[in-house]
Nanobody, 124 residues
Framework: VQLVESGGGLVQAGGSLRLSCAASGDTYTINAMGWYRQAPGTQRELVATITRGDGDTNYADPVKGRFAISRDNAKNTIYLQMNNLKPEDTAVYYC??????????????????WGQGTLVTVSE
């Protein structure tokens, strides 16, 4: 599975950006996709996730009410609409995908994939 992000950039506080992540390769067994971010000197943290089937979403508390994750399964693409951006949202945003492989004996294995990241910078 390959993930390619786009849509990052520089925006003033209070502005909006929309990130996209397109998956290719062995995508049919992807269970969920999401966005994580990493600011300088910090650990990578969850932003939002969405399941492929039901479209169930999960958001980190700092972005609830401001960010919205969505998916287009036909295009194997997820989006992150980011509104009312704050300087503390500045980070490299990474797309993530989780794929489950099912074996004949009933066992399963999960594989995790990451994009190369896209920089979001929010100025005062």
């Amino acid at each position: 599975v390959q993930l390619v992000e786009s849509g990052g950039g520089l925006v003033q506080a209070g502005g909006s950006l929309r990130l996209s992540c397109a998956a290719s390769g062995d995508t049919y067994t992807i269970n969920a996709m999401g966005w994580y971010r990493q600011a300088p000197g910090t650990q990578r943290e969850l932003v939002a996730t969405i399941t492929r089937g039901d479209g169930d979403t999960n958001y980190a508390d700092p972005v609830k009410g401001r960010f919205a994750i969505s998916r287009d399964n036909a295009k194997n693409t997820i989006y992150l609409q980011m509104n009312n951006l704050k300087p503390e949202d500045t980070a490299v945003y990474y797309c993530n995908a989780v794929r489950t492989r099912y074996y004949s004996d009933g066992a399963t294995s999960q594989f995790e994939y990451w994009g190369q990241g896209t920089l979001v910078t929010v100025s005062e």
